[in-house]
């Protein structure tokens, strides 16, 4: 039903404002750097939650204490991750190519299409790919950010030894709630986004920065010689260890992808003015505050080895958390509970993303129609997706309960980053290349960089596949395939309709032989405007009708976000009673036929909706053997089709107005 110019691909629309999810390019300045603070940086501001934590305990991994270089050489390798991959790749040059004014990997494959002039399937399983990356990031981040918060709790002295087993139920419960009300949309508390992770950094700034002033040794790790120090020194430790120094960085696609939201200036304000300061401050803090406490650490270290090594575990479960063990004894309640709150911001923020990615997926053909209910009548862009809501939350609490602790769930974490960060490394260099008429050796020389330190975090990384890194890739794989069926499936049953008579034939034939024609208006619903819809033919076959105003109705896709207001409606006097009409919205939007056809009573359309009735097709489909697909391709895709939202729902028809006419069709 929906037709598509675009290469069908999605990639990681992240976190769109909770609290406005509409597009927010205006407005007043501060009031968006405030916003872009509670949005795009809430998963990248979760991060010295664990980061740091995970890069200490592999240096340890293999029973040697660690040492005082160690310790500034990973706070060293955590900055200039932060410095490359964030500000260098992100702020300063993925942030100058927006489409229309919107960011994300989806965006930037639009830009790298339009580059290329067509079509080619390469970039196709890019987009595919990091779609599917996406869906494993929205899994685990609230999984691992709301555990590494709540498991703050073992580090207040009074619940020292008593709240362990209460854990991970306090996580599950934390993260049933946030899904549980996501149907109320997040208006009303979205509002206190900004001003709480702001906080959340100030804090993190402060505390980072009263261990530095009693250690400014660790000052050292601004430069980049313990870093390549700790490279050389360590070989191929070093390798193990980047896996998790890479976790300082997740989150940084955001900065693209809300784009569209906040403005790219906004967005690069709030990093360089408060993000960037307070993240460098609070790890070199940690740093500080493990030379000063390193016979603490190691030992801790040991007794946990020593625990894991008596149960028979292959995996050390070191819950010594730096950034809890440097506050105070008595503002470590209020800061868990803060890190808590500030978690919960950074998931709102990954499953408005899902919404909004699975919204640009299902509108450039890549997976069926679902259930899209708007949360807000002033915000466009603010929905709620029932079913993707509660396979995430299944697959979260599943992640949870498998893994049990943030510890265990580091392992699966990065693998789908890395993958989405390296695809829009790929297309970066299109757009340079191409969009921006650059010469090709250039462009090469300014990804290259990008390309191999990636290349180098996804190897890392992979090294935890059987830890639990398969779980991602596992995600991965299935979405891929499932997107592949849709695609493929679709593209056959359009090709069937080609094969049905055309329209000008159809009417050609009844000019001859005329129905009987009633009063009122159909609109007939169709991907092919050149071919009689199928409801058509029906119509005329079993009710021997038609009547006195025709419309030939074609819903259109751009490879744009949104459709600019001057191409929303196209119609064409087809016969004088018969008229073709063409709706256009941008993968961004949501269709409502009604609204857009109402509006186009300017442009002279006559149309009323009380006495209009909308004709759709339903296809049955069956398995072939001659369909193209193998036989399981075919039952998935059958699956799919039969499990897709009705159409009536889809596109905001009124379900007293629309009847739907079926047929039997083979893939």
């Not at 009689?532 to 025709?550: D, R, T």
Request: a neutral charge.
């Amino acid at each position: 039903m929906v037709q598509s110019g675009a290469a069908k691909g999605a990639g990681a629309e992240a976190a769109p404002d909770p609290a406005s999810h509409g597009r927010q390019t205006h407005g007043p300045f501060w009031a968006l750097v405030l916003g872009s603070i509670g949005v795009v940086y809430g998963d990248i501001g979760t991060s010295p939650l664990y980061a740091f934590k995970e890069s200490l305990a592999h240096v340890m991994q293999d029973g040697t204490p660690a040492q005082v270089g160690e310790v500034v050489g990973l706070v060293s390798l955590i900055f200039w991750a932060l410095m490359i991959v964030v500000t260098l790749k992100y702020v300063v040059i993925v942030m100058q190519m927006d489409n229309k004014g919107e960011g994300g990997t989806l965006s930037l494959m639009a830009l790298a299409q339009r580059a290329l002039g067509r079509r080619t399937p390469w970039l196709f399983v890019i987009g595919v790919a990091g779609a599917a990356m996406f869906y494993g990031d929205a899994i685990i981040t609230p999984a691992i950010s709301v555990l590494s918060a709540v498991e703050g709790l073992k580090a207040v002295p009074a619940l020292e030894g008593r709240i362990d087993p209460f854990i991970l139920p306090i996580g599950i419960g934390i993260i049933v709630g946030l899904f549980a009300v996501q149907s109320r949309g997040t208006g009303a508390v979205g509002r206190f986004f900004g001003p709480i992770t702001t906080i959340w950094f100030l804090a993190m700034g402060a505390l980072g920065l009263a261990h530095l002033m009693a250690n400014p040794s660790i000052l050292q790790a601004l430069s980049p010689v313990p870093a390549l120090t700790f490279a050389i020194d360590h070989h191929f430790l070093t390798f193990v260890v980047l896996g998790s120094v890479f976790l300082a960085v997740t989150g940084a696609e955001a900065l693209y992808a809300d784009m569209g939201h906040f403005g790219r200036r906004p967005i690069r304000v709030a990093w360089i003015g408060l993000v960037l300061p307070a993240l460098t401050l609070n790890y070199l803090g940690q740093g500080a505050f493990a030379i000063e406490n390193l016979d603490i650490i190691n030992a801790e270290y040991v007794a946990a080895h020593a625990r894991a090594a008596a149960a028979g575990a292959s995996h050390v479960a070191f819950d010594y958390s730096p950034f809890f063990e440097m506050a105070p004894d008595m503002l470590r309640l209020p800061l868990v509970v803060l890190a808590t709150t500030a978690t919960v911001i950074a998931s709102q923020a990954v499953i408005s993303g899902a919404f909004s990615l699975t919204q640009q997926a299902i509108q450039l053909g890549l997976l069926p129609r679902m259930e899209i209910r708007r949360t807000s009548e002033t915000r466009a862009g603010q929905i709620y997706m029932p079913q993707v809501n509660w396979l995430l939350l299944a697959g979260v609490i599943i992640l949870m309960l498998a893994f049990g602790s943030s510890t265990r769930l580091a392992a699966a974490y990065g693998i789908s980053i890395t993958g989405e960060m390296l695809m829009s490394t790929c297309m970066v260099f299109v757009v340079i290349s191409r969009l921006w008429k650059r010469p090709a050796l250039l462009a090469a020389l300014i990804v290259a960089p990008f390309i191999v330190i990636e290349l180098i975090f996804l190897s890392s990384n992979l090294q935890r596949v059987w830890q639990g890194g398969f779980v991602p890739l596992a995600l991965a794989a299935g979405l891929m395939t499932v997107m592949w069926t849709w695609t493929r499936g679709t593209r056959i049953l359009s090709d069937s309709t080609r094969r049905d008579e055309p329209l000008a034939k159809l009417f050609e034939t009844l000019s001859l032989h005329p129905p009987h024609r009633v009063r009122g208006a159909a609109i007939f619903l169709t991907a092919d405007p050149d071919i009689a819809p199928a409801a058509l033919m029906h119509n005329l076959k079993h009710n021997q009708v038609l009547h006195e105003q025709i419309i030939i109705l074609t819903v259109k896709t751009l490879e744009t976000p949104r459709a600019p207001e001057s191409e929303r409606v196209r119609i064409e006097d087809f016969l004088p009673d018969v008229k073709r009409v063409t709706l256009t919205f941008g993968f961004m939007e949501t269709p409502n036929v009604v609204k857009a056809l109402t509006a186009a009573r300017a442009q002279g359309l006559k149309f009323d909706i009380m006495k209009t009735s909308f004709f759709l097709s339903r296809r049955t489909v069956v398995p072939s053997e001659r369909s193209g697909m193998p036989l399981w391709q075919d039952h998935l895709f059958i699956f799919l089709a039969r499990n897709a939202t009705n159409a009536t729902d889809f596109f905001h028809i009124p379900s007293g107005r629309a009847v739907e006419l079926g047929n039997q069709v083979m893939v």
